[in-house]
T-cell receptor, first 115, second 113 residues
Framework: NAGVTQTPKFQVLKTGQSMTLQCAQDMNHEYMSWYRQDPGMGLRLIHYSVGAGITDQGEVPNGYNVSRSTTEDFPLRLLSAAPSQTSVYFC??????????????FGSGTRLTVV | DAKTTQPPSMDCAEGRAANLPCNHSTISGNEYVYWYRQIHSQGPQYIIHGLKNNETNEMASLIITEDRKSSTLILPHATLRDTAVYYCIVRDINTGTASKLTFGTGTRLQVTL
């Protein structure tokens, strides 16, 4: 299915554990990004990438690492999970960052709970 | 990027037009207006965008005032499946902030029978 695929859909971690949230798109999009959404709040940008090998920080990058080795994949790593990272995580992609004629395609989200 | 102001909630009867307003009084000339919606904790869905002309697609119409300080998203025949949170976002694609979509708290639209 064309689109943005996020795995897993649900995850429970213990404080201090590490894990990687996976994001893959098959639309040949250059731009990919990670957002988190806390209850009752809008989405906040964590990290983004404008192409393979290029990443940058967003609004709330602390505690998260990313890399972009291929156009298709943009994994988000939590090195040492904390309860404050309990959230819903969304991956989004777009054909190009600065072209105005394309909207972003979002994945269905990963619901992460850190206990 | 310019900030946006939206009413927190609205109701609409099924089959009627839903008109969702957005105020962006500090918008600059390079900033586009985008609309997204989020249905029950799913990922946000792109609806439409515009710069200064009115726009229409298969999902909705976007009306931007002549001074560009406000806009209205119109769902011409709302259905129960249109119940969602609608986000109005202003984005300058010509600066470094182009990477960031700033989501506020949006308008929660409830479509009723």
């Amino acid at each position: 299915n064309a689109g943005v695929t996020q795995t897993p859909k649900f995850q429970v971690l213990k404080t201090g554990q590490s894990m990687t949230l996976q994001c893959a798109q098959d639309m040949n999009h250059e731009y990919m990004s990670w957002y988190r959404q806390d209850p009752g709040m809008g989405l906040r940008l964590i990290h983004y990438s404008v192409g393979a090998g290029i990443t940058d920080q967003g609004e709330v990058p602390n505690g998260y690492n990313v890399s972009r080795s291929t156009t298709e994949d943009f994994p988000l790593r939590l090195l040492s999970a904390a309860p404050s990272q309990t959230s819903v995580y969304f991956c989004a992609s777009s054909y190009a960052e600065r072209v105005p004629y394309y909207g972003y395609t979002f994945g269905s989200g990963t619901r992460l709970t850190v206990v | 990027d310019a900030k946006t102001t939206q009413p927190p909630s609205m109701d609409c009867a099924e089959g009627r037009a839903a008109n969702l307003p957005c105020n962006h009084s500090t918008i600059s000339g390079n900033e586009y207006v985008y609309w997204y919606r989020q249905i029950h904790s799913q990922g946000p869905q792109y609806i439409i965008h515009g710069l200064k002309n009115n726009e229409t697609n298969e999902m909705a119409s976007l009306i931007i005032t002549e001074d560009r300080k406000s806009s209205t998203l119109i769902l011409p025949h709302a259905t129960l499946r249109d119940t969602a949170v609608y986000y109005c976002i202003v984005r300058d694609i010509n600066t470094g902030t182009a990477s960031k979509l700033t989501f506020g708290t949006g308008t929660r639209l409830q479509v009723t029978l």
